[in-house]
């Protein structure tokens, strides 16, 4: 048999946990108050967000970069489609300065090229 102080741990703690959840929430929203945003489609992606991350759909890993290898999909075949991927990955010859805290990553892969004849 559980004790009381038991059960109303557990309650207790699954009370933080939906208080958590639902400060992420009011903290998501703020910016829906503003009034240079689309009230009605923040709350609903926020919402949207909210439903994801608890169904662990959000910021699943590696979702990033096969998104970038998607995006290099888009560049002309041969070279600049070559050294897009290379970034991607890491491969070959790339270096990466920066951080995602310090405003973002910069990617740089240096390809040796023929000249041209």
Do not use: W
Request: with cysteine; proline share 4%; aromatic share 2%.
């Amino acid at each position: 048999m559980k004790s009381i102080s038991h059960i109303a741990l557990k309650a207790l703690i699954a009370g933080g946990v939906v208080m958590v959840t639902a400060s992420a929430f009011a903290q998501a929203t703020v910016t829906c108050e503003d009034p240079r945003v689309d009230r009605t489609a923040c709350y609903r992606e926020a919402a949207a967000a909210q439903e994801a991350k608890r169904q662990g759909r959000l910021n699943s890993p590696g979702g990033y970069d096969e998104n970038a290898l998607k995006r290099c999909q888009r560049q002309p075949a041969g070279n600049a489609r070559t050294a897009c991927e290379k970034r991607v990955t890491g491969a070959g010859n790339t270096t990466v300065h920066g951080s995602v805290q310090g405003g973002g990553k910069i990617r740089r892969n240096e390809m040796p090229v023929e000249p041209k004849k």
